[in-house]
């Protein structure tokens, strides 16, 4: 079973990320299904799918699967999964939309690209439909253009670039945890 865990930086103390668990699924699900055009995978994702997804997540090593909480509210989502000695980046979704523009996913995603480039690889990608509008904002982020294939781009992070984040990862979840759970 996969040890629960959270990501947090002093830079921006209000995003944590925090590993996907069971109860997180039907946002998931919903999330991705009402954004399903923007991927590679565009059927309608079922609540079953969902669960089957979950658990077979659950045993996959080196694949990890954040929620993008924001003081305590799930806003969105980010992973990233370990191929062939690089860090391949897949369902970045800004769940609630009234939470774009104010860079809660940016920081998200600097966070993750921090853990990422100390704790696993220097070697951090992604692949995008080229229709998808995240295309500008990853480069806003400083993923660069490494190669364009029929339909997508494979983007690549600009390690140079890129200002890393200090941060602290902590084993449990957040309601357990004193010092960032809820709040009394």
Request: proline share 4%; glycine share 6%; charged share 25%.
């Amino acid at each position: 079973m996969r040890k629960e865990f959270f990501l947090k930086s002093k830079n921006f103390a209000n995003v944590i990320l925090k590993t996907a668990e069971e109860k997180d699924c039907e946002n998931l699900r919903q999330w991705k299904n009402a954004h399903r055009s923007l991927f590679f995978f565009q059927d309608i994702i079922s609540s079953d799918q969902q669960q089957k997804w979950f658990q077979e997540y659950l045993e996959r090593q080196n694949d990890y699967m954040f929620m993008v909480v924001y003081k305590f509210i799930p806003i969105g989502c980010m992973g990233f999964r370990l191929i062939n000695g690089e860090a391949d980046i897949y369902n970045v979704i800004l769940g609630r939309p009234a939470m774009g523009g104010k860079g809660l996913m940016s920081h998200a995603l600097r966070l993750m690209c921090s853990y990422i480039h100390s704790e696993w690889t220097p070697q951090i990608a992604l692949k995008v439909l080229k229709t998808n509008p995240a295309v500008k904002w990853y480069k806003m982020n400083h993923f660069e253009e490494s190669a364009s294939q029929p339909g997508f781009l494979q983007l690549r992070l600009n390690i140079k670039n890129f200002k890393f984040c200090e941060w602290e990862k902590t084993n449990g979840n957040l309601s357990n945890t004193p010092k960032i759970g809820r709040p009394s």
